[in-house]
């Protein structure tokens, strides 16, 4: 019979992806892996752990065959039809909720563009429940994934089907818009590494240069923020002085950015 300890000395993945493969399999905490390491594992549950650690090896995301990935210590559901969030993309939750955390913000509206699994709008949501938070996406299968995170999670968040803005025409304006857009180039070859292979394309590329997204995102926000509103959007490692630029010549004030905990400038923003 097969044992935990075997599964692990057997496997060709990295030590911390065999054991949070086995942990989905077997519905385990890590805990139980090291106390019942020479316990006698279920033949199905080796066997489906072998299909998941095949698949694996062959490049798909750890995200999508566990079915989760952790941001902002809430589990959320992802799937093949949504980007995986990012550690990186806290910075723009952090900066969002930072902003709605200024006195004379009563009962603050707030936009997130591109929502895909929901991450960022229900993180704010569930960080500052007096917000009203409305997220769009143009995915039916992403806003489905969304809606069911934010039951999971007792959020309360408006989700709205579209491309970018169309779909909050008629609503009053927002205090904060963010968006994690498609920012990679279509010519970039990361598109084609690691991870990034198995994500919707559109969520990670715009098809051209990179910064579509994010024109048609900062455009649209000056008809869309109340006065002293504010719009942060994340980039690319290298977009960060192209994004200022266009905030800037799109009327923005305060422009600046915020870097990732790799250094990187990764978010910019402005208010009007
Ligand atoms: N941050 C992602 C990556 O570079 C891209 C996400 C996006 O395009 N919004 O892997």
């Known amino acids: 019979m097969e044992t935990v300890r075997g599964v692990l000395a057997g496997s060709q993945l990295p030590r911390l992806e065999t054991q949070m493969l086995l942990q989905h399999v077997l519905r385990v905490p890590r805990s139980w892996l090291i106390a019942h390491d020479t316990d006698p594992l279920d033949p199905q549950a080796v066997a489906r752990f072998q299909r998941l650690a095949g698949r694996r090896l062959r490049g798909e995301p750890m995200a999508y065959?566990?079915?989760?990935?952790?941001?902002?210590?809430?589990?959320?559901?992802?799937?093949?039809?949504?980007?995986?969030?990012?550690?990186?993309?806290?910075?723009?939750?952090?900066?969002?909720?930072?902003?709605?955390d200024k006195p004379g913000l009563d009962a603050p509206r707030v936009l997130d563009l591109g929502t895909?699994?929901?991450?960022?709008?229900?993180?704010?949501?569930l960080a500052c429940p007096r917000a009203r938070v409305v997220a769009t996406d143009v995915s039916v299968q992403a806003l489905a994934v969304a809606a069911d995170n934010a039951r999971n999670l007792g959020a309360e968040v408006e989700f709205l089907c579209g491309n970018w803005y169309e779909p909050?025409?008629?609503?009053?304006?927002?205090?904060?818009i963010v968006s994690n857009p498609p920012y990679i180039a279509a010519s970039d070859p990361h598109?084609?590494?690691g991870d990034l292979r198995f994500e919707p394309r559109g969520a990670l590329t715009d098809g051209g240069d990179g910064l579509g997204a994010l024109e048609i995102i900062t455009r649209g926000a000056t008809s869309r923020l109340r006065p002293g509103?504010?719009?942060?959007?994340?980039?690319?490692?290298?977009?960060?002085?192209?994004?200022?630029?266009?905030l800037q010549s799109t009327g923005f004030r305060q422009v600046g950015s915020s870097s990732d905990l790799a250094g990187i400038e990764r978010i910019t923003g402005g208010s009007l």
Do not use: C, N, Y
Request: charged content about 20%.
């Open 168 to 176: 909050i025409a008629g609503q009053p304006r927002f205090d904060v």
């Open 191 to 193: 598109l084609e590494q």
């Open 65 to 100: 065959l566990v079915g989760q990935r952790e941001f902002m210590g809430h589990e959320f559901k992802v799937g093949p039809g949504v980007l995986i969030p990012r550690p990186e993309t806290e910075l723009l939750v952090e900066t969002a909720l930072r902003h709605l």
């Open 229 to 246: 509103g504010v719009l942060w959007m994340e980039h690319g490692w290298d977009q960060a002085p192209a994004v200022r630029s266009l």
């Open 116 to 125: 895909g699994s929901g991450a960022v709008a229900i993180s704010i949501a």
